[in-house]
């Protein structure tokens, strides 16, 4: 039985607890470049065992949001080294999540106003991004129609993910989550549903389905080492208009194997909590477990009770709380002290400035 509390060996990284903050994107970064603020928001939560940044674009072409801090500029690699050393100071762990949103975007957010791309250029339907409407006001916007990438072109963003991940090293991050998860760049060419490509990543084969995944995977591997790498996964996601498609299970744990041979730190499934609250989640993330050899992290609406359940059955190794740690920066601590949770202000989720940011104080008990 493993405690909530008690420390882990993530791929010979020491994490004093078992505690992982969720990536949540806050776009607070005007100019795309992590600052001050960034530094001590991160900072301040350092007592996760491990803390997963929100997404961080691979280039602009990655970009699907307004104020989202990237990780391919000389400029934003020397903003997240302040945030680096920040939290390294206060003794916490964090890698990068890097983010390629694929269709997920608005041309408002492309350089030159450019089309998006995608595995196929089929519009995300009744979905949003934030982005700037027609008058320049940012706000929700609905996605922009994609254009296909040519098989070519994959290469180019393979490299670049590999090239985020050497980023990320040099600006002191402990390692990366590739994020495969959410409706994103991945997950699109994973779901059948979507992906109608006819050549070597197309989707009538599983081993095209994950191809791209892979090779995504292989390529961070061969530049910053297997042990530095993560990837977020949300099997049956229905995110940004993905939909069932046939043989889907037995794609995620073709996934799940394949990935156990590459003895990477970890996998966190992104929905584990909403999965487990049918049978045929639970069956299936029983058989994710049995498939994928390697250390696991489980996502998706936990307490601390909850997640402690989890941990009992031996379904995952690590939990990732998300939403609580926006207003408890001392979250584990919190919990492993039995204080009272804070609410959050969602009205300041996303954009501003410190106001539900960083002005959440730590929890100060009575004398």
Do not use: C
């Not at 994490?15 to 600052?35: K, S």
């Not at 939290?87 to 350089?111: D, N, P």
């Not at 700037?132 to 129609?145: E, F, H, K, M, N």
């Not at 590459?262 to 989640?281: K, M, P």
């Amino acid at each position: 039985m493993s405690d909530l509390f008690s420390s882990y060996n993530l791929s010979g990284l020491s994490l004093e607890n078992r505690v992982v903050m969720a990536p949540m994107t806050r776009a607070r970064a005007v100019d795309t470049v992590p600052d001050s603020d960034t530094a001590l928001y991160y900072a301040q939560r350092a007592g996760a065992g491990l803390i997963v940044t929100e997404g961080t674009p691979i280039s602009d072409e990655g970009r699907g949001y307004l104020y989202t801090p990237g990780v391919y500029s000389a400029e934003q690699v020397a903003g997240w080294k302040k945030v680096t050393d920040a939290v390294h100071a206060r003794g916490g762990k964090l890698f990068s999540q890097i983010w390629h949103v694929g269709r997920v975007s608005h041309t408002s957010v492309q350089k030159d106003g450019i089309a998006p791309v995608a595995p196929v250029a089929e519009i995300a339907k009744n979905s949003n991004v934030f982005g700037l409407d027609d008058g320049g006001t940012p706000g929700l916007v609905s996605p922009s129609a994609p254009r296909a990438l040519n098989t070519e072109e994959i290469a180019r963003i393979t490299k670049e993910f590999a090239d985020a991940a050497d980023n990320a090293v040099k600006a002191g991050f402990d390692g990366v989550e590739i994020h495969g998860a959410n409706g994103y760049l991945i997950e699109q060419f994973i779901n059948a549903g979507f992906n109608t490509r006819e050549d070597a990543y197309g989707g009538a084969t599983i081993a095209g389905r994950i191809r791209f995944a892979l090779e995504v995977v292989d390529a961070v591997v061969a530049r910053i080492g297997a042990s530095r790498v993560g990837i977020r996964l949300t099997p049956f996601s229905r995110l940004f208009d993905l939909h069932a498609f046939e043989g889907e299970e037995a794609t995620w744990l073709e996934l799940a194997r394949e990935l156990s041979k590459r003895n990477l730190a970890y996998i966190h499934i992104g929905n584990a909590g909403g999965l487990l609250t049918t049978e045929e989640g639970h069956k299936f993330l029983t058989a994710f477990r049995k498939a994928y050899q390697g250390t696991l992290i489980y996502a998706g609406g936990y307490t601390q009770e909850t997640a402690q359940r989890v941990l009992d059955e031996g379904l995952t190794d690590l939990v990732a709380f998300g939403k609580p740690y926006i207003a408890n920066p001392d979250l584990a601590e919190r919990m492993r002290n039995g204080w009272p949770l804070a609410a959050s202000d969602h009205t300041t989720f996303y954009g501003g400035a410190q106001k539900g940011y960083t002005d959440y104080p730590a929890y100060e008990a009575a004398v």
